[in-house]
């Protein structure tokens, strides 16, 4: 016999780049494909992610992102991070991976669901109509433990 | 791989029930394993589901991630998951007697 299956995940996406999001949505995605119950969090930078004015703009970071093996004074030239976002960005489409806020509408009408940190919506003086229309609610920390009762928590 | 009887037929499936010869398939199997994956009645919407999917895996060599079976099967992703909520790919793709999808997304 195996060990139990997972039956739910609470992931937290806390950081606000292009690769600081897209694992914690494929990992929810990826829970709701196999049946499994999924709740995102989003907190702190990875708000981004469900900030109406930001959600198109998120990029990968060229400067002290030693995985892209480009040198500092190199990353640093402007307009680097928008060059290596953009070649991340047709490669994951050419792979079918969607776009952020297209990826979260199709977590969205998969089932799970998706929250916003207060103490992150109160630091970044944003308000609920800031963020975009899928966040289920804007909750406290105590809130998203009750919340992951019972299942996995994956910080991301 | 093992043989299984469905739908009073001998097929061949993997560990998971996938069928290894998508020849194997009719709609009485397709039936058959869904009933028993709690899926009874198969609606319109659901067959939709399942030929796009199977459609697509034998002109295609591989089965549509749940992306484009949303767009393109006619069925929104909202409502994939309402007909297969044990997960819409591999739940169809078994359905649809063609192996199990290895996308990640």
Same mark, same amino acid.
């Given at each position: 016999?195996?060990?139990?299956?997972?039956?739910k995940?609470?992931?937290?996406?806390?950081?606000?780049?292009?690769?600081g999001i897209y694992?914690?949505?494929?990992?929810?995605n990826?829970?709701r494909?196999e049946?499994?119950?999924?709740?995102?969090?989003?907190?702190?930078?990875?708000?981004?992610?469900?900030?109406?004015?930001r959600?198109?703009?998120?990029?990968?970071?060229?400067v002290?992102?030693?995985?892209?093996?480009v040198?500092?004074?190199?990353?640093?030239?402007?307009?680097m991070?928008?060059?290596?976002?953009?070649?991340f960005?047709?490669r994951?489409?050419?792979?079918d991976?969607?776009?952020i806020?297209?990826f979260?509408?199709?977590i969205h009408?998969?089932?799970?669901?998706?929250?916003a940190?207060?103490a992150?919506v109160?630091?970044?003086e944003l308000e609920r109509?800031?963020?975009?229309?899928?966040?289920d609610d804007?909750i406290?920390?105590?809130?998203?433990y009750e919340?992951a009762?019972?299942g996995?928590?994956?910080?991301? | 791989m093992?043989?299984?009887?469905?739908?009073?037929?001998?097929v061949?499936?993997?560990?998971?029930?996938?069928?290894?010869?998508?020849?194997?398939?009719d709609?009485e199997?397709a039936?058959?394993?869904?009933?028993d994956a709690?899926?009874?009645?198969?609606?319109?919407r659901h067959?939709?589901?399942?030929r796009?999917?199977?459609? /697509?895996?034998? =002109?295609? *060599?591989? #089965?549509p /991630?749940?992306? =484009?079976? *949303?767009k #393109?099967s006619?069925?929104?992703?909202?409502?994939?998951?309402?007909l297969f909520?044990?997960?819409?790919a591999?739940?169809a793709a078994?359905?649809?007697?063609?192996?199990?999808?290895?996308?990640?997304?």
């Amino acid at each position: 016999m195996g060990a139990e299956p997972i039956e739910k995940v609470s992931i937290i996406v806390s950081k606000g780049s292009f690769d600081g999001i897209y694992p914690g949505l494929i990992m929810a995605n990826g829970a709701r494909m196999e049946g499994i119950e999924a709740d995102l969090f989003f907190t702190f930078f990875g708000l981004d992610a469900v900030n109406k004015a930001r959600n198109e703009s998120v990029k990968v970071a060229s400067v002290g992102n030693p995985g892209l093996h480009v040198a500092t004074w190199l990353g640093g030239f402007p307009g680097m991070s928008a060059v290596v976002t953009r070649k991340f960005a047709k490669r994951m489409d050419d792979l079918d991976f969607p776009s952020i806020p297209e990826f979260i509408e199709m977590i969205h009408d998969s089932g799970a669901g998706l929250y916003a940190c207060k103490a992150s919506v109160d630091l970044f003086e944003l308000e609920r109509d800031d963020l975009i229309d899928e966040i289920d609610d804007v909750i406290t920390v105590g809130e998203f433990y009750e919340k992951a009762a019972g299942g996995q928590i994956i910080f991301t | 791989m093992t043989t299984q009887t469905i739908a009073g037929r001998d097929v061949t499936v993997d560990e998971e029930g996938f069928l290894a010869d998508p020849a194997q398939w009719d709609d009485e199997v397709a039936t058959a394993i869904a009933r028993d994956a709690g899926i009874d009645p198969m609606t319109d919407r659901h067959w939709q589901v399942v030929r796009y999917m199977r459609d /697509t895996y034998l =002109s295609t *060599g591989s #089965a549509p /991630t749940i992306r =484009s079976l *949303g767009k #393109a099967s006619g069925v929104p992703v909202k409502e994939l998951y309402q007909l297969f909520p044990k997960g819409p790919a591999k739940l169809a793709a078994r359905i649809a007697g063609i192996p199990k999808p290895r996308g990640c997304i």
